[in-house]
Protein backbone atom coordinates (compact mmCIF):
# COMPACT_ATOMS: atom_id res chain seq x y z
CA UNK A 1 0.00 0.00 0.00
CA UNK A 2 0.87 3.25 -0.84
CA UNK A 3 2.39 5.52 1.86
CA UNK A 4 2.02 9.60 2.53
CA UNK A 5 4.43 11.37 4.34
CA UNK A 6 2.87 15.10 4.69
CA UNK A 7 5.32 18.24 6.18
CA UNK A 8 3.40 20.03 8.62
CA UNK A 9 3.08 23.53 7.44
CA UNK A 10 3.22 24.73 11.19
CA UNK A 11 6.07 23.18 12.55
CA UNK A 12 7.63 20.75 10.21
CA UNK A 13 7.17 17.76 11.88
CA UNK A 14 6.49 14.60 9.32
CA UNK A 15 3.40 12.98 9.47
CA UNK A 16 3.04 9.24 7.99
CA UNK A 17 -0.62 8.27 6.69
CA UNK A 18 -2.24 5.76 4.67
CA UNK A 19 -4.35 6.58 2.02
CA UNK A 20 -7.76 6.50 3.02
CA UNK A 21 -11.36 7.76 1.52
CA UNK A 22 -12.41 8.89 5.08
CA UNK A 23 -9.65 11.02 5.82
CA UNK A 24 -10.55 14.85 4.70
CA UNK A 25 -7.56 15.59 7.46
CA UNK A 26 -4.67 14.83 8.74
CA UNK A 27 -3.75 15.51 12.14
CA UNK A 28 0.16 16.58 13.29
CA UNK A 29 0.68 14.79 16.45
CA UNK A 30 3.71 17.42 17.59
CA UNK A 31 1.42 21.30 17.29
CA UNK A 32 -1.84 19.49 16.43
CA UNK A 33 -2.67 21.76 13.22
CA UNK A 34 -4.79 20.18 10.68
CA UNK A 35 -4.55 19.98 7.61
CA UNK A 36 -6.63 19.26 4.64
CA UNK A 37 -5.64 16.43 2.37
CA UNK A 38 -7.90 15.06 -0.02
CA UNK A 39 -7.78 10.92 -1.16
CA UNK A 40 -9.42 9.74 -4.15
CA UNK A 41 -9.60 6.39 -5.43
CA UNK A 42 -6.33 6.27 -6.88
CA UNK A 43 -4.77 6.31 -3.79
CA UNK A 44 -6.34 3.63 -2.50
CA UNK A 45 -4.90 2.06 -5.21
CA UNK A 46 -0.91 3.07 -5.01
CA UNK A 47 -1.56 5.36 -8.29
CA UNK A 48 0.04 8.84 -7.76
CA UNK A 49 -2.31 11.16 -10.25
CA UNK A 50 -3.20 14.33 -8.20
CA UNK A 51 -1.02 15.31 -4.64
CA UNK A 52 -3.44 14.83 -1.81
CA UNK A 53 -2.42 17.97 0.38
CA UNK A 54 -2.03 20.67 -2.54
CA UNK A 55 -3.89 18.90 -5.65
CA UNK A 56 -1.11 19.60 -8.15
CA UNK A 57 0.07 16.84 -10.57
CA UNK A 58 3.56 17.90 -10.64
CA UNK A 59 5.92 14.67 -9.01
CA UNK A 60 9.60 13.80 -9.37
CA UNK A 61 10.80 10.34 -8.35
CA UNK A 62 14.24 9.84 -6.59
CA UNK A 63 16.00 6.75 -4.67
CA UNK A 64 14.88 6.54 -1.57
CA UNK A 65 17.97 7.68 -0.22
CA UNK A 66 19.10 7.42 3.57
CA UNK A 67 21.25 10.53 4.05
CA UNK A 68 21.99 9.33 7.99
CA UNK A 69 23.73 6.10 6.21
CA UNK A 70 25.66 8.00 3.82
CA UNK A 71 27.41 9.94 6.65
CA UNK A 72 27.69 7.27 8.54
CA UNK A 73 29.83 5.05 6.18
CA UNK A 74 31.91 7.95 4.99
CA UNK A 75 32.87 9.07 8.72
CA UNK A 76 34.08 5.08 9.06
CA UNK A 77 35.78 5.26 6.09
CA UNK A 78 37.93 8.68 7.41
CA UNK A 79 38.41 7.34 11.29
CA UNK A 80 40.09 3.57 9.59
CA UNK A 81 42.25 5.90 6.93
CA UNK A 82 43.06 8.08 9.89
CA UNK A 83 44.41 5.11 11.78
CA UNK A 84 45.82 3.39 9.02
CA UNK A 85 47.61 7.07 8.28
CA UNK A 86 48.71 7.26 12.15
CA UNK A 87 50.09 3.53 12.04
CA UNK A 88 52.35 4.59 8.79
CA UNK A 89 50.46 2.72 6.55
CA UNK A 90 50.93 3.62 3.05
CA UNK A 91 48.25 5.76 0.95
CA UNK A 92 47.32 2.93 -1.28
CA UNK A 93 45.51 1.35 2.20
CA UNK A 94 43.67 4.01 2.64
CA UNK A 95 42.24 4.72 -0.75
CA UNK A 96 41.49 0.90 -0.73
CA UNK A 97 39.31 1.48 2.19
CA UNK A 98 37.51 4.48 0.46
CA UNK A 99 36.99 2.75 -2.80
CA UNK A 100 35.21 -0.65 -0.75
CA UNK A 101 33.23 1.81 1.63
CA UNK A 102 32.01 3.42 -1.92
CA UNK A 103 31.66 0.45 -3.54
CA UNK A 104 29.45 -0.67 -0.72
CA UNK A 105 27.09 2.67 -0.20
CA UNK A 106 26.40 2.42 -4.15
CA UNK A 107 25.11 -1.48 -3.61
CA UNK A 108 22.94 -0.48 -0.39
CA UNK A 109 21.80 2.55 -2.82
CA UNK A 110 20.96 0.83 -5.52
CA UNK A 111 19.48 -1.56 -3.76
CA UNK A 112 16.77 1.14 -2.23
CA UNK A 113 13.23 1.68 -3.56
CA UNK A 114 11.92 5.24 -5.62
CA UNK A 115 9.91 7.29 -4.09
CA UNK A 116 7.89 10.07 -5.48
CA UNK A 117 7.66 13.79 -4.39
CA UNK A 118 5.65 16.81 -4.95
CA UNK A 119 7.28 19.78 -6.03
CA UNK A 120 4.96 22.51 -4.69
CA UNK A 121 4.71 20.71 -1.05
CA UNK A 122 7.27 18.24 -0.96
CA UNK A 123 4.84 15.57 0.49
CA UNK A 124 6.32 12.43 -0.02
CA UNK A 125 4.97 9.14 -1.55
CA UNK A 126 6.35 5.58 -1.02
CA UNK A 127 5.14 2.40 -2.97
CA UNK A 128 3.91 4.10 -5.61
CA UNK A 129 2.66 1.99 -8.38
CA UNK A 130 2.77 3.97 -11.30
CA UNK A 131 6.39 5.47 -10.40
CA UNK A 132 8.09 4.35 -13.87
CA UNK A 133 5.80 7.06 -15.34
CA UNK A 134 7.05 10.09 -12.72
CA UNK A 135 10.29 11.34 -14.10
CA UNK A 136 13.08 12.64 -12.46
CA UNK A 137 13.75 15.62 -10.49
CA UNK A 138 13.73 19.15 -13.03
CA UNK A 139 15.43 21.87 -11.81
CA UNK A 140 13.56 24.25 -13.58
CA UNK A 141 10.41 22.55 -13.07
CA UNK A 142 11.32 23.42 -9.02
CA UNK A 143 12.26 26.77 -9.74
CA UNK A 144 9.07 27.50 -11.36
CA UNK A 145 6.64 25.61 -9.33
CA UNK A 146 8.65 27.02 -6.12
CA UNK A 147 9.31 30.63 -7.25
CA UNK A 148 7.04 31.46 -10.03
CA UNK A 149 4.00 29.62 -8.76
CA UNK A 150 3.31 27.45 -12.25
CA UNK A 151 1.48 24.87 -12.49
CA UNK A 152 2.62 21.97 -15.54
CA UNK A 153 -0.50 20.40 -14.88
CA UNK A 154 1.41 16.71 -14.73
CA UNK A 155 2.83 18.02 -18.48
CA UNK A 156 6.00 19.49 -18.20
CA UNK A 157 6.82 21.05 -21.47
CA UNK A 158 10.66 21.04 -23.14
CA UNK A 159 12.34 18.23 -21.72
ZN1 LIG B 1 3.09 20.33 13.41
ZN1 LIG C 1 1.62 18.67 -3.08
Known amino acids: ?3 VHFTCK ?7 V ?17 QVVHFDQNHIEGNLKD ?12 KDFNRKLGVIIFVIAALISTAMLWKGMGPQWY ?18 NMIAICYKCETIFRDV ?12 MHDRIVYSDHDFKGKPSGH
Open 1 to 3: MMT
Open 10 to 16: GCGSGIH
Open 18 to 34: YPSLDAGAVKCEVCQLE
Open 51 to 62: CPACARKDFYSQ
Open 95 to 112: LSTFIVLYALDFFLFRRL
Open 129 to 140: KNIREIPGYDHE
